[in-house]
C-alpha cells in the first residue's frame, strides 16, 4: 500500500526562498536581536559550558589548596568564597542552565517543529542568565563573592554573622536567575505538549522530550521553594525580619526545609535530562530500539516522584524524629529502583545490538561506571546511621560528584560529540575525543574515589586546611593529581570541539544513522516541511522521510502567513489544531533582560538610583515586548495539506498562552505555599498563637476584605463574558470597578493588620503574617496594572474575537489573586484560633 503524503504535488518555485528569507538569522551585533531558538540554544549551551570551566578552575584552586597540610595558597575567607562560588556556578550557572540549553536547541527538531512557541521568552531567559550570572561571577574579583557555602546556611549567613553584601549577591544573584530558569520551563513544557509533529503521539514521543517534559514540570513545583527561601533570608537580612533567627521565634531549619525541598529534586532535574539524552543515543549506537521504552518512561516519572521526598535526606542529623527520618530513608532507597530500571534497559540494549565503539560509546560507558557507584553509595548514605557517621564528611563530597559528574557531565560530553555536527556539519576528531574520555575518566575516579577513604578517616567538609598525621596527606595528594588530570581532559575536548567548530559549514547528514528527527536536513527555518510521523524511529521506519521532507511533501512546506509560524497539535494524539505565527526577532527580549539583571546586581550593591533607573527599563521593554503580541492573524485559515486547511491562531484555552499562564500561576503557587509553610513552621513553635505583644485584628475586617476581592473576580468573569465586537465599554467599566473593589478589599486587610500592631521585627510570626500581607499586596498591584493595560488594548482597539489573549490570561490571574487572597486570609485569621 502506497503511503499517502500531504503534499504530493511539485512545489512552486521561490516558495523555499521565502521560507528562508522570514527565518533568517542576523548578523554582527544584531545577532543580540535573534530570537530563533537554534541561535539562542547555541549560545545558551556555549554559555553554560563557560561557567563550567570556570567552576572548574575554582575546583582546581581548591584541590590545590588541599593538596598538603597547613597550605597557606589561600586564607580562609578567599578559600571560603572560591568554595562557595564553585558549588554555586556549578550548580546554579551550569548544571541546570545546561540541560535547559541543550532542550532548547535539540527539541524544536526532534519534535518536528520549526521553533518552540515562545521565542522571545527563551531569548529573555537566556540572556537574563548570561548577563546576570557574568555580573554575579564577578563578585570574585572585588572580594564580594559569597561565602557561606552554596547552600547558604543561617545563621551563618545573617546579618550577625556575615554583615558584608557578599551573602545578598547570592540570595539576589540566584533569585533571578531560577527565574531565567523557570521562564525556560515554561517553554520547553507548553512547547513539547503542543507544537509536536502530527503523527507524533505522547507514546511516539522521543524519550528525550518525555525527560524534559518530566524536567520541566518538576522544575515549577521545585523551584518556588528555594525562590521563597531566598526571599525570606533577604528580608531578614534587610529589614530584620527574624525568620531564622531562633531568639526571636524563628528557627534555622526552616532554611533547611525550604532549600533541600528544591535542592534535592535538582539532583534528579540534573540526571533526567542526561538520562533521557542516554537513552537516545544508546539505540543509534546499538542500532536497535530502545530495550523496556515504556518501563524506562515510567521510571522517570517515578524518580520524579520519589524525589520531592527526599529533602530531608539531608537532615537526619538535625533532629528529625524516627518516623520522619524513616520514611525520608525509606524514598531514598525507593528512588534507586526506578532508576535500575532504566540502567538495566540500557544495558540491555547494548547487549540485543551491536554496538560501534566510538567517542560517543566510550563516554557512555563511563557514565554507567560511574553513575552506577554513585548510585551504590547514595544507597548507603541513606541508610540514617551510616548518615550519622558520615555526615558533612568527605564521603558524601565523593558521593555526591559521582552522581552529579557521572549522572551528567560524562553524558554531556558524549552528547556534545554525537549532536555537534547538528551546528556545521563536523564532529569532534575520534582520536582527540577518545584520549579526552581517557583522560577524564581515569582522572575522575582518580580524584574522587580517594574522597571516600578520606570521609571514613574523619576528614570534614569545608575546611580550608588540616593538621599532618592525620592519615589524609597522600589521599589529599592523589585526589589532586587526579583533579588535574580530569582538567586535562577537558581541555582537550574543547580543543577538539573548537576545531570542529572552526571548519567549513557543510551539510550534516545522518552520521550516526538514527532514526529521530532532528537529523533531517535543516536551516534557520528547521526543517523545509513538518513531517508527518507515525512510528517512535520514523528515520527507521521511512528511510525516504528525510527526501520527502526536503521536498517540501509534508505539512506547511512554505510560510502559509508570510511570518514565522509552526503547527499546534493535540497534547495527546498529536493532531492538527492551527497554525501557530512566531514572533520574529527583537531587541526587547534583550533589552528587558538587561534590565532585570541590572536591577538586582545593582540594588545589591547599593546602587539604588541605577538600579531602579534599569527596573524602569526591564519594565519599559517588557510592555513594549507584549504590546505587539495578540493581534489579529493575516488571515483567518491557510492550507497546510493539500486539501487540508487549519485556523491561525486561537483563543481562550485553545491557546498556547493560556496554558503558558496556567502554568506560570502553579509556580506562583508554589511560592505562596512556601510562604504558607513558613506562617505554619513558626507558629508550630509558639505556645501561644499569636506570640505575647501580637493580636488579630477584628473578625469583620477580613470577612469584608474577602466579599470585596471575590467581588472583583465576578466581575472580571462578567468583563470575560463580554462580546468584543462593540466598543466594549462595558468590559471597561467591569474591569475597572474590580480594580477598585481588589484595591478595596486589600486595604482592608492591610489597615487592620496595621490598626493591630503589627510589627513584623519584633518576632518572626508577625515577619511571617506581614510577608503574606505584602505577597498578596504585589498582586493586588499586578491586577491594577493588568486590568490598566486591558483597558489601553480596548482603547487602541487591539481586543477583537480573534485576539483577546490579554484579558483572558489577565482574568486568570484575577481569579488566582483572589483565591490566594482567601487562602491567606483564611490562614492568618482563622488559623490561630485552631491552634487555640
Not at 24 to 49: E, H, K, M
Not at 576 to 601: E, H, I, N
Not at 638 to 652: K, T, Y
Not at 695 to 707: E, G, H, N
Amino acid at each position: 500500500m502506497t503511503r499517502k503524503l500531504p503534499n504530493s504535488v511539485p512545489r512552486p518555485a521561490g516558495e523555499l526562498e521565502r521560507l528562508k528569507a522570514v527565518w533568517r538569522t542576523p548578523r554582527g551585533w544584531r545577532l543580540l536581536s535573534s530570537v530563533n531558538n537554534s541561535t539562542i540554544g547555541l549560545l545558551y549551551i556555549g554559555t553554560s559550558l563557560l561557567f563550567f570551566l570556570l567552576a572548574g578552575v575554582l575546583g582546581l584552586l581548591m584541590r590545590v589548596q588541599l593538596a598538603v597540610p597547613e597550605n597557606g595558597l589561600l586564607g580562609p575567607g578567599t578559600y571560603n568564597q572560591v568554595f562557595t562560588m564553585h558549588g554555586t556556578v556549578m550548580m546554579f550557572l551550569f548544571a541546570i542552565p545546561v540541560v535547559e540549553a541543550i532542550a532548547v536547541f535539540l527539541l524544536p527538531a526532534m519534535l518536528g517543529a520549526r521553533d518552540l512557541p515562545f521565542p522571545r521568552l527563551s531569548a529573555y531567559a537566556y540572556w537574563a542568565y548570561a548577563l546576570g550570572g557574568l555580573g554575579f561571577f564577578c563578585t570574585l574579583f572585588v572580594g564580594l563573592a559569597p561565602d557561606g557555602g552554596w547552600f547558604m546556611y543561617p545563621p551563618l549567613t545573617g546579618k550577625t554573622y556575615s554583615p558584608g553584601l557578599n551573602a545578598d549577591f547570592w540570595l539576589l544573584g540566584i533569585g533571578f536567575i531560577e527565574i531565567s530558569a523557570i521562564a525556560g520551563a515554561i517553554e520547553l513544557i507548553v512547547g513539547i505538549l503542543f507544537t509536536r509533529a502530527p503523527g507524533m503521539t505522547l507514546a511516539r514521543m522521543p524519550v528525550y522530550a518525555w525527560a524534559m517534559l518530566i524536567v520541566g514540570v518538576m522544575i515549577v513545583f521545585a523551584f518556588p521553594a528555594v525562590i521563597a527561601g531566598t526571599a525570606l533570608l533577604e528580608l531578614e537580612r534587610a529589614w530584620d525580619w527574624p525568620f531564622f533567627v531562633a531568639d526571636r521565634g524563628g528557627d534555622p531549619i526552616l532554611w533547611q526545609h525550604l532549600f533541600w525541598f528544591f535542592g534535592h529534586p535538582e539532583v534528579y532535574i540534573i540526571f533526567l535530562p542526561a538520562a533521557g539524552m542516554v537513552s537516545t543515543m544508546i539505540p543509534t549506537i546499538a542500532g536497535t530500539p530502545l530495550v523496556g521504552r515504556r518501563a524506562v518512561i515510567v521510571a522517570m516519572v517515578a524518580v520524579a516522584f520519589f524525589s520531592f521526598g527526599l529533602w530531608a535526606h539531608h537532615m537526619f542529623t538535625t533532629g528529625l524524629g524516627h518516623l520522619e527520618g524513616g520514611f525520608v530513608s525509606a524514598a531514598s532507597m525507593a528512588v534507586a529502583v526506578p532508576t535500575a530500571i532504566q540502567v538495566f534497559a540500557w544495558i540491555g540494549t547494548v547487549w540485543k545490538g551491536r554496538v560501534c565503539v566510538t567517542a560517543p560509546a566510550l563516554f557512555l560507558l563511563g557514565f554507567l561506571f560511574i553513575f552506577v557507584l554513585g548510585g551504590l553509595t547514595g544507597v548507603t548514605v541513606a541508610v540514617v546511621p551510616f548518615d550519622w557517621q558520615v555526615h558533612d564528611s568527605y564521603f558524601v563530597v565523593a558521593h555526591f560528584h559521582y552522581v552529579l559528574i557521572g549522572g551528567m557531565v560524562f553524558p554531556m560530553f558524549a552528547a556534545l560529540c554525537y549532536w555537534l555536527p547538528l551546528v556545521n556539519g563536523h564532529a569532534i576528531g575520534e582520536r582527540t575525543a577518545r584520549w579526552s574520555c581517557g583522560l577524564m575518566f581515569v582522572g575522575f575516579n582518580v580524584a574522587f574515589f580517594p574522597m571516600h577513604i578520606t570521609g571514613l578517616l574523619g576528614m570534614p567538609r569545608r575546611v580550608y586546611t588540616y593538621p599532618s598525621g592525620l592519615g589524609w596527606d597522600v589521599w589529599n595528594l592523589v585526589s589532586t593529581v587526579g583533579a588535574f588530570v580530569f582538567a586535562a581532559g577537558v581541555v582537550l575536548f574543547f580543543v577538539g570541539m573548537t576545531r570542529a567548530l572552526l571548519r567549513p559549514e557543510r551539510e550534516h547528514g545522518n552520521p550516526w544513522q538514527a532514526g529521530t528527527l532532528e537529523w533531517l536536513p535543516a536551516d534557520s527555518h528547521a526543517t523545509r516541511s513538518i513531517p508527518q510521523v507515525d512510528s517512535t524511529d520514523p528515520l527507521w521506519s521511512n528511510p525516504d522521510l528525510a527526501r520527502e521532507v526536503e521536498e517540501g511533501a509534508h505539512w506547511l512546506p512554505g510560510t502559509a502567513t508570510g511570518l514565522r509560524e509552526t503547527i499546534v497539535t493535540t497534547p495527546v494524539r498529536a493532531v492538527l489544531r492551527y497554525v501557530l505565527p512566531l514572533p520574529t526577532d527583537s531587541w526587547w527580549p534583550f533589552l528587558s533582560a538587561a534590565g532585570t539583571a541590572g536591577f538586582f546586581l545593582l540594588l545589591t550593591a547599593k546602587q539604588t538610583f541605577i538600579a531602579w533607573l534599569c527596573g524602569f527599563v526591564a519594565i519599559g521593554a517588557l510592555l513594549a515586548w507584549l504590546w505587539q503580541q495578540d493581534r489579529p492573524a493575516p488571515c483567518r485559515d491557510v492550507e497546510v495539506g493539500e486539501g487540508v486547511r487549519l485556523p491561525v491562531g486561537a483563543v481562550g484555552t485553545a491557546s498556547h498562552s493560556w496554558w503558558a499562564t496556567l502554568i506560570m500561576l502553579a509556580v506562583d503557587a508554589g511560592i505562596f505555599l512556601s510562604f504558607l509553610f513558613a506562617y505554619v513552621h513558626v507558629s508550630m513553635r509558639l505556645d501561644v498563637c499569636p506570640p505575647p505583644g501580637a493580636r488579630l485584628p477584628a473578625p469583620w475586617l477580613p470577612a469584608l476584605s474577602v466579599l470585596l476581592t471575590a467581588g472583583g473576580a465576578v466581575l472580571i468573569a462578567l468583563a470575560l463574558r463580554t462580546p468584543l465586537g462593540g466598543r466594549q465599554r462595558r468590559m471597561r467599566w467591569l474591569v475597572g470597578v474590580a480594580c477598585v473593589l481588589m484595591l478595596g478589599g486589600y486595604g482592608l486587610e492591610l489597615g487592620g493588620q496595621l490598626a493591630s500592631g503589627l510589627n513584623p521585627v519584633r518576632h518572626a510570626w508577625g515577619a511571617a503574617v506581614a510577608t503574606l500581607v505584602a505577597y498578596q499586596g504585589l498582586h493586588v498591584l499586578l491586577c491594577v496594572c493588568l486590568g490598566a493595560y486591558v483597558v489601553a488594548r480596548s482603547l487602541c482597539r487591539h481586543l477583537t474575537p480573534a485576539s483577546r489573549g490579554s484579558l483572558d490570561n489577565a482574568a486568570l490571574i484575577w481569579y488566582y489573586t483572589a483565591l490566594q487572597g482567601v487562602a491567606s486570609s483564611a490562614a492568618v485569621h482563622v488559623w490561630p484560633l485552631l491552634m487555640g
